[in-house]
């Protein structure tokens, strides 16, 4: 599977934004899904994730402002972010596993990042 995200930019604080991560491939649905980000000098950190079943998963920091999704007729996962803060600036970068961890170890297969800075 080859995932390609998009939809990061600059947005000031409290502002929203929309992340999408393509997949390519025929077996998109057969996977769970993930968004992590990676701040300059941080681990990479677990945002959200959604299982085949279309479960959600969400880190604390998140919860109640980041909502996941996923298309499987587009092969699409997103991740529709608001009340944006400057502490969720960072890469973020979506992947595929079997099943939904917090742990990136897991992923077997990553995309090239997009970047989601927040000013404040």
């Known amino acids: 599977v080859q995932l390609q995200a998009s939809g990061g930019g600059l947005v000031q604080a409290g502002g929203s934004l929309r992340l999408s991560c393509a997949a390519s491939?025929?077996?998109?649905?057969?996977?769970?899904m993930g968004w992590f980000r990676q701040a300059p000098g941080k681990e990479r950190e677990f945002v959200a994730g959604?299982?085949?079943?279309?479960?959600?998963f969400y880190a604390d920091s998140v919860k109640g402002r980041f909502t996941i999704s996923r298309d499987n007729a587009k092969n699409t996962v997103y991740l529709q972010m608001n009340s944006l803060k400057p502490e969720d600036t960072a890469v973020y970068f979506c992947?595929?596993?079997?099943?939904?961890?917090?742990?990136?170890?897991?992923?077997?297969?990553w995309g090239q990042g997009t970047q989601v800075t927040v000013s404040s």
């Open positions: 992947a595929a596993a079997d099943i939904v961890r917090m742990s990136p170890s897991v992923y077997h297969f």
């Open positions: 491939g025929r077996t998109f649905s057969l996977y769970s």
């Open positions: 959604v299982t085949r079943n279309d479960s959600p």
